[in-house]
């Protein structure tokens, strides 16, 4: 079984290890059938050394903790503004 990736944007490292990354998710309407995004924020653990607005890629793992399941596995080049 394969595990669960998502790419998102990190939008806090105020923890020494853990960084929450926003993740659009694109669904559908139960009733009405229009395409919404959803944006779920998750706890991940971080090695890379991440700070906020970095593209990130994450992937699910085991437990670290009662809320951190997931990993950070590769950060993207962002463009120098």
């Known amino acids: 079984m394969s595990k669960r990736t998502f790419e998102g944007t990190v939008v806090s ?3 020494q290890k853990t960084v929450i990354v926003a993740v659009d998710v694109p669904t559908k309407h139960a009733i009405y059938a ?8 998750m706890l991940a ?3 890379l050394g991440c ?5 990130v ?5 085991r437990p670290f903790s009662k809320k951190v399941s997931w990993i950070v596995l ?4 962002t463009e120098a503004k």
């Open 34 to 41: 229009k395409a919404i995004k959803l944006t779920k924020r």
């Open 74 to 77: 590769k950060k993207f080049a």
């Open 57 to 61: 890629q994450i992937e699910e793992t």
């Open 13 to 15: 490292n105020k923890m």
């Open 45 to 47: 653990k971080d090695e």
């Open 51 to 55: 700070v906020v607005g970095d593209h």
